[in-house]
């Protein structure tokens, strides 16, 4: 671990080297410059519980700017205790690295064929958003888990971009279209307006069309008889 001495100059020449000032640092760490003064001046021992927040406002992390190697303390430990405590240690250890395995096998479990794969196609991509080109469109081969797929038919699976339809279409999740040109009001569908696509839940009223997003920060959309409006499809839930 580093003398007070040590970090003091550590942490000067941090702020040589990023060009920040003793009264910037002292704003980042919530502290008088007059305090900051005399921790760098060495008229008063660095605050080690405040290293953190030293740290955070350096852009360093803590172990770094104290010269503290969690490993090597580790090591320093256990060597001093006795026989019977360092066993204790290593079964503690090896419960530890038998857990941690279990989590990164959960991938290689998730993986296996209880849930198998089926060849589709996907046909481009849905703005969860603002809206997204027609340009973007594509036609490429996907494997997708089976149990994803509804029971009731579609016709073409989108991609979704953006997170204004969360909870219920998350960012990147696939949605199946079925093709109509009929839709009720508070359906969820896809349009394709001023050539741009849209997936939202839709109100019909006599002069306009409002397209809503599930996700609250968004704000409604409202079409009507100037813009270019082509209805896709209705989602398959």
């Given at each position: 671990m580093r003398?007070?001495?040590e970090?003091i100059?550590?942490?000067?020449e941090?702020l040589?080297?990023?060009q920040?000032?003793?009264s910037?640092?002292?704003?980042?760490?919530?502290?008088?410059?007059?305090?900051?003064?005399?921790y760098l001046?060495?008229?008063r021992?660095f605050?080690l519980?405040?290293a953190e927040?030293?740290?955070k406002a350096l852009g360093v992390?803590t172990?770094y700017?104290?010269g503290?190697s969690?490993?090597?303390?580790?090591?320093?430990i256990?060597?001093q205790?006795?026989?019977s405590?360092?066993?204790?240690?290593?079964?503690f250890?090896?419960?530890?690295l038998?857990?941690q395995n279990?989590?990164i096998?959960?991938?290689d479990?998730?993986?296996?064929?209880?849930d198998?794969?089926v060849?589709?196609t996907?046909?481009g991509?849905?703005?969860?958003?603002?809206g997204?080109?027609?340009?973007?469109?594509?036609?490429?081969p996907i494997?997708?888990?089976k149990?994803i797929i509804?029971e009731?038919?579609?016709d073409?699976?989108?991609?979704?971009?953006?997170?204004?339809?969360e909870?219920m279409f998350?960012?990147?999740e696939?949605v199946?279209?079925?093709?109509?040109?009929?839709i009720?009001?508070?359906?969820i569908?896809?349009?394709i307006?001023d050539g741009?696509?849209?997936?939202?839940?839709?109100?019909?009223?006599?002069?306009?069309?409002?397209?809503?997003s599930?996700?609250?920060k968004?704000?409604?959309?409202?079409?009507?008889?100037?813009n270019?409006?082509?209805?896709?499809?209705?989602v398959v839930?």
């Amino acid at each position: 671990m580093r003398t007070n001495d040590e970090v003091i100059e550590l942490i000067k020449e941090i702020l040589n080297q990023k060009q920040l000032s003793m009264s910037e640092l002292a704003r980042r760490v919530d502290m008088a410059k007059s305090a900051v003064s005399r921790y760098l001046n060495k008229t008063r021992e660095f605050p080690l519980n405040r290293a953190e927040d030293f740290a955070k406002a350096l852009g360093v992390s803590t172990e770094y700017l104290l010269g503290v190697s969690p490993m090597t303390d580790l090591a320093s430990i256990y060597n001093q205790l006795e026989s019977s405590r360092q066993a204790k240690v290593y079964e503690f250890s090896k419960k530890e690295l038998e857990e941690q395995n279990k989590v990164i096998n959960l991938g290689d479990y998730n993986k296996k064929d209880d849930d198998p794969r089926v060849d589709e196609t996907l046909e481009g991509y849905l703005s969860a958003g603002t809206g997204e080109y027609l340009s973007d469109a594509i036609a490429e081969p996907i494997r997708i888990p089976k149990s994803i797929i509804p029971e009731q038919p579609y016709d073409m699976i989108l991609q979704v971009n953006g997170d204004s339809m969360e909870p219920m279409f998350e960012n990147g999740e696939y949605v199946f279209i079925h093709k109509t040109k009929d839709i009720r009001s508070g359906q969820i569908g896809v349009f394709i307006i001023d050539g741009e696509s849209y997936l939202k839940k839709v109100y019909i009223n006599d002069d306009h069309l409002r397209l809503v997003s599930l996700n609250k920060k968004y704000e409604d959309l409202i079409f009507d008889s100037i813009n270019d409006i082509h209805l896709i499809g209705t989602v398959v839930m």
